[in-house]
């Protein structure tokens, strides 16, 4: 079988682990090639997310040691999901199949052959899925589920425990290209794509060295992408909110003109500053769920490019 794989890598400072993945999964691939699994046209594509280390000095020395690695350098800093896809987008030109994981060899590679195995069994799109979060931190895996059991809530489409640890074949990849949104969210804009998916379960390990590249302030970004880019039903639950206050507030004048008839007007000092705050607060968060996608539909009518190309270092491409 003659399938071309290219494999997937956004890198943002990862200088430290950068030889360490490098050397491992060059380990699989030619494996792979000499069995014959993967055609010798495959690659190992970094992308290159305007790092500030030497991330990208060394993916040009790996490239330029071995064709077997490929570069590609962006123009800047775009974040995770943008690089990622500059990635898939550039390799989906050069390739059958593609696989996206992480620079931290936090995604098992051995489940490599297993992904690639499915592919042969006719799947398009198969996602890695996490078997156990044993080796997350509480905090990441608490706040993981909680953020799934939301999604689910709000009707957004993901698969449970998967992150970007993905295999998509070529007409996969088309399909994806015709999603132009600039919030992107690929976990689900992946099963919009449809085609006969399926799942690989693996045991994630921990970072072996370096820093999670994304903090806490960037995951809750994330989560929030990951709501607000998909389902319009923290909308409805706005709109929900003022039916029931209304009502409610129609009840309350009857009750106040009630009391105001009885002649007992003095006391309600409770009362009013209760609603003041109470009507306070819900307003401002409903102002602030709609400025939200208000925000959306600015960056989405802007249609600006999710990423610029800097440099590609790929023998097929020249
Ligand atoms: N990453 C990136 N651009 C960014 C942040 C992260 O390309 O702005 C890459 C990073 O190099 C890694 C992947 O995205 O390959 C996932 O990041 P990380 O492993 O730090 O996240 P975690 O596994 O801690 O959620
Ligand atoms: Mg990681």
Not at 246 to 271: E, N
Request: aromatic share 12%.
């Amino acid at each position: 079988m003659n399938t071309v794989l290219y494999l997937v890598i956004p890198c943002y400072n990862e200088e430290e682990v950068l030889h360490e993945t490098a050397r491992q999964l060059k380990e699989k691939i030619e494996i792979m090639i000499s069995k014959g699994t993967i055609s010798n046209q495959s690659r190992i594509m970094f992308v290159n997310d305007g790092s500030k280390d030497k991330t990208w000095s060394i993916i040009k020395e790996l490239h330029n040691k071995d064709s077997l690695f490929s570069g590609l350098n962006l123009s800047r800093n775009r974040g995770h999901q943008n690089a990622l896809l500059a990635g898939l987008m550039t390799a989906k030109d050069l390739s059958d199949v593609t696989i996206s994981l992480d620079a931290d060899l936090q995604d098992d590679i051995h489940v490599i052959d297993r992904f690639i195995e499915k592919y042969h069994d006719g799947y398009d799109v198969v996602y890695g899925v996490r078997s156990s979060r044993a080796k997350d931190t509480w905090f990441k895996r608490n706040t993981a589920l909680a953020f799934y059991r939301f999604q689910e809530k709000m009707g957004v489409n993901s698969v449970y425990n998967h992150a970007d640890y993905r295999l998509m074949s070529k007409r996969a990849l088309e399909a994806l290209s015709q999603f132009k949104e600039v919030n992107l969210f690929l976990r689900g804009l992946v099963p919009l794509v449809g085609f006969d998916s399926c799942i690989v379960e693996y045991e994630r390990n921990e970072r072996f060295a370096g820093e999670s590249k994304y903090p806490l302030k960037k995951m809750l970004s994330f989560a929030w992408d990951g709501i607000t880019s998909f389902s319009i039903k923290p909308i409805r639950f706005v709109t929900l909110i003022g039916i029931i206050i209304f009502v409610v507030s129609i009840l309350v004048t009857f009750y106040c003109i009630i009391r105001k008839l009885m002649g007992d007007t003095v006391d309600g000092w409770t009362f009013l500053s209760c609603s003041i705050w109470v009507l306070g607060g819900i307003q401002l968060l409903s102002i602030g769920i709609v400025g939200e996608y208000i925000g959306k539909i600015y960056s989405e009518t802007k249609a600006r490019p999710r990423y610029i190309i800097k440099e590609i270092l790929d023998e097929k491409t020249v």
